[in-house]
């Protein structure tokens, strides 16, 4: 938990001091893909407090959740459906699922240390 | 310990990774995010079309006019002077229309509807009026006109036209049907600002059966205005003031 807080914030910084720019086009995929990369860390900080943290599992979901997202936004676009709906429902709310594990497992480790 | 080291330089890299993507997207300029319909991109390049080409005219205007600089710092005696100075008299009665003309164009031969039945609501229909003139004159003006005559008046700056009952008023002179336009340019494009359908005279010929006749010729003759302005008003600004 602590270690992800920290590492967002060395990317942040490393993000400001870079100048990287891309065309718009690509926003709305990088953005699916963020999320999906977001939801992959929520689920390392849960698997980790939990114990059971898998590196594969973490690093495969990683790149594969985000590039199948991007995927699934690009051919939204040329198939004119919007399908990076799907990504953002199913990564959005397995967010929200992490996110509520993750506060049981922090709030309820307090008590069972003293 | 030696797993859960290893598990948070995990996490560590990728909370990086994570962070740094999330922020090179907030970073993107997003402004541009906006849609771009196919009229404002006709719209735009239609912009830069003109613009390009004010900027094109004015250049060549400053090198016209370094030249004239030139040629009157190069004078010297009386007479080159002298010269000079016709030349430029010739120049402005040539652009304001004190000047008779002669080139390739069109005339226009406009005449009433001379078919007995009326086609329109009333007979005003079957009439030439003053403002079909002045659409007629506009869109010749469009397509390049350089010269233009109505019944031999020549169309000045201040030249009006108005309506006078069964006929109209020109440079103050009463003119009636037919009405010859004559116009000097390059006759095709002439032509057609006057013939090309969904044109005003296209309209009043097909639509309201008012006879025009319209011929391109090689050599028309436009003769110079015959009077003389007289300004009681306006002035002259002296440039430097």
Redesign the interface.
Known sequence: MF??????????V???L?P???S?TY?LY??V??LA??D??FG??RA?LQDK?D?KI??SG?FGNAILAAFLAYMGDRLGVPLYYAAIFTFGGRLFENFAVIRRLLLNKKPTKK | MEKGK????????????????????L????E??NFVTLRTIQVSKNEIANTSKEIEDLETLIVEKEEEIKRIENTKDESSAHSILNEELDKTKIASGFCDMEGPGIVIIMQDNQAAEIVGYDVNDDVIHDIDILNILNDLRIAGAEAISINGQRIMPMSEIKCGGPNIKINGKSLATPFVIKAIGNPKTLYASVNAPSTYGYKLKNLYQINIETSIEDKINISAYSGNFVFRNANPTKEGD
């Open positions: 270690f992800a807080i920290i590492g967002t914030l060395i990317g942040v490393i993000g400001l870079l990287i720019t891309y718009p926003a990088v953005s893909a963020i990369c977001l992959s860390v390392g900080i980790n943290f590196a973490f690093v990683f | 290893k598990v948070n330089l995990i996490l560590l890299t990728f909370s990086a990774l994570l962070g740094f993507m999330a922020v090179i997207q970073n993107q300029d997003m541009s995010y």
